[in-house]
């Protein structure tokens, strides 16, 4: 099975507790599309997990970009006496846990990408610049800023012009609907597989709420869990 959640904030129990519910094996896939890091107390003990397992995949959501343009700034001023000095300033960016962070973390979480495309759908953290007709244009040529940041896809009246469904976070749904719950937009009364959604907000403000939730692509059910 294939299953898809956003915005964990360093929240590492409550994942595990997630993969334990739906039983994640080493025959299913996770994608995390971004914002593993800040607001919970693990962030560094929650990336490190992610990027360790092989069928764990996770695209760069605005919190790790910000850590990123951080990272860039201080290696762009260090010279290579100073790499260590960094790191020890990179430490305290995260609250909680960021003494653990070491360079084999920083290295991983600058190769991620900004989205994953699949057959039938395709995972970004906020959002894309659309066209006049609501189409996306080509995810290649999308800047990072929009793939981030952009929150155009949230509105439900933006009804998106693709063959794929898009599965995203960045927002949490209790701003929508007044409460944690996966919000999923269906092109027609029935639903049967993940073609027939135009879209799927993810984000449940776990750390405003303490849920958190994920999507299972084969079966188009939400499975959530709280503290």
Request: charged content about 25%; aromatic content about 12%; hydrophobic content about 35%.
């Amino acid at each position: 099975m294939t299953y898809i959640v956003s915005d964990i904030h360093g929240e590492y129990d409550l994942f595990v507790k997630l993969l334990r519910k739906i039983n994640f094996s080493n025959n299913d896939t996770m994608i995390i599309c971004g914002d593993v890091v800040d607001k919970g107390p693990d962030t560094v003990k929650l990336l490190q997990y992610v990027l360790s397992k092989p069928n764990i995949k996770m695209i760069i959501g605005n919190h790790e970009y910000d850590f990123l343009k951080k990272y860039w700034a201080l290696m762009k001023k260090a010279s290579p006496t100073e790499f260590d000095k960094v790191l020890e300033q990179l430490k305290v960016y995260f609250v909680g846990d960021g003494y653990l962070l070491d360079w084999d973390t920083i290295d991983a979480l600058e190769t991620l990408p900004f989205f994953i495309e699949e057959k039938d759908f395709i995972c970004v953290h906020a959002g894309v610049t659309l066209d006049k007709t609501n189409s996306i244009i080509s995810l290649d040529k999308a800047r990072c800023e929009d793939l981030v940041y952009d929150r155009c896809f949230k509105e439900p009246s933006v009804i998106l012009n693709t063959e794929k469904c898009i599965f995203y976070g960045h927002t949490p749904t209790s701003y929508l609907i007044n409460k944690p719950e996966i919000i999923a937009y269906p092109k027609n009364n029935n639903p049967r597989s993940i073609k027939d959604y135009y879209k799927i907000h993810l984000d449940l403000g776990v750390w405003l709420h303490g849920v958190l939730g994920c999507f299972c692509v084969e079966t188009c059910k939400s499975y959530y869990i709280e503290k």
